[in-house]
């Protein structure tokens, strides 16, 4: 081993990269939250005046409390539909399972604005759905309530953020050993029981960390609301994205954002606990 | 295995469930793809306004061939340095005699687990406080720290994978460090920078959210996609977008080909 003198001198030339790109940014803007703006100058003193602002702004806080809602709407939709699609491909076997397993990750890869822009253009009003409804004869005519509302943000996200779900939830279902569940079927439990009392539960470190996933992306999306959501369609990242463009008050934005990154931290630290007390 | 009716339903119903999501996800490809070649109107395919013109036009539009050169240097650039960040940090944090473990890891991952909004300001600030104008290099750092994860955690996990008797053996036999780390751990390595770099070059081609903080004046592909968006919807946008997803698709596919376990054990 090394003299303490070397290893220090060692650890400061590797990690001096990543403290300046990763930890110093992270730490001015921290920095940026209690300062305030003025006039398009930035005065640093130490003020907690902007969390105080947004908290005691209801505007803002609702907002805010609305972002959550629908992250957990977007988490909830997204485990319904994600989680039968990962248990089918494992029941699948050989090819088939890796072809659809290939199938169902290859989307994350997909451009996501080109996924947004696809997606508006079939939700609105000349789009595949509503020329689908017409034609099937459930609409008399092309609807506007695809477009340009919470709803339609919240379709959007689900089906651009599924993938994420699926994937740990199909990892996690992997790594349940086959002896289990022969187990579990000698021992005289029927398919359901097998899947509530052994599958489910050892599915739940994967299933956590798709939630987590879709929670904590869909939290900081401002994109998705901005091109989808319309005017009622609000979310506390566009509201955070307009402090550095148009309204300029970095500080109030770089506050409201330490609070995005509060809630992220948080909800990471709940979901490793949990995955890490499930696990067997 | 014993098969109910109970169990059958159940495979037939998830069965529809992710034949119907495997469309709706991949209508983006097919959709964008058939628009930019035909018109479509009143959900009538009309086959006489069929052409490829679109994709000629696509060549001659200045600001889409800057904002594909930017993308390209950005997504070989960031790829690249973080493919080398990758390599050393994991040998790092691998070595016996490593100080403060856990919290380099950690910032390791951080920017990937973070809400990208927190990271595009993050970098902003300081750029802004450093004086430092936003440029293609500011792009390149966002999403150098944002690849860097994906490529540490596949090259960690193979480092992790390799027989410690290896590099024990490179020495008994009278290898120095350098030696073992040329000979011995980097073509050990080789595969899964590969991959790392791979992946990083795709995720970096459609990072969208940390580029429209740190992109200042510059474009890249995702972000005149987003500016073009906003005027409306053309022959020539689907044209690009569907290209943009073939490279894109054709870059991750690669990438899972590599990953893909040789001589994988079939179960049952």
Redo the contacts between chains.
Sequence with gaps: ??TRGL??L??AA??A???V??????G??LV?SVARAEKHRIIYDWTLQNYVNFLGNWTYLSTFLGTLWLCLEVVLLSLI?GY??A???W?Q??WKR?A?L?????????????????????LGLNG?VN?ALV?LGILEQPSQVFLYNQRAVLITMT?IY??YVVLPIFLSLERIP?SLL?AS?DLGA???DTFRRVVLPLSMPGTIAGALFAF??A?????TPQ?VGGTTGFTI?RV??SQ?GLAFD?PF??SM?AI??LV?LLL?VAAGYAASRRRV | ??R?R??RI??Y???A??VL??L??????L??AV?SVVEIR??EILWETFTFRHYVTLWSNASVIDALANTAIVAICSAGIASI?AV??AL?TEW?????RTA?TL??Y??F???????G??????S??ADMDRSVLTII?GH??FV?AVAYRLVLTRLQALPPTLIEASFDLGASRWQTLRYVLLPHLASSILTGALLAL??S??E??IS??VAGNEMTL?LR??AM?RVG?TPE?NAL?TL??LV??A???AA?SLL?PKGEP???
């Design positions: 081993m090394p290893r220090g060692i650890f590797v990690a990269l990543p403290a790109v990763i930890l110093v940014p992270l001015s803007f940026m539909v039968p699609i248990w089918y491909i029941r076997k050989s890796y659809l290939q199938l169902a990750a290859l989307p994350l890869f997909m451009s996501y604005i080109v996924k947004l822009y696809t997606l508006r253009s079939m595949l020329q034609s089906v599924l993938p086959r022969q079927t029927g398919g359901w904590v992306l939290l900081g999306d401002f994109i091109m990242g955070i994205f550095f970095w934005g770089a954002a995005l990154l992220a990471i | 295995m014993l109910t109970g169990d159940a495979e119903a998830t069965c469930v992710t999501v495997l709706v996800l991949y209508a983006p490809i959709v964008s628009f009143r959900g960040l050393l940090l790092y016996h005699g490593a100080i403060a380099l910032l390791i951080l920017p687990l973070l809400p990208p909004i927190v990271t300001l993050a970098l902003l600030v300081a802004a406080n750092i150098t720290i860097l795709t995720l081609f459609d969208t959210l429209s903080f995702p996609l987003w968006m919807f946008i977008v943009v997803l894109s698709m870059l991750a596919l899972a893909r079939e179960e049952d």
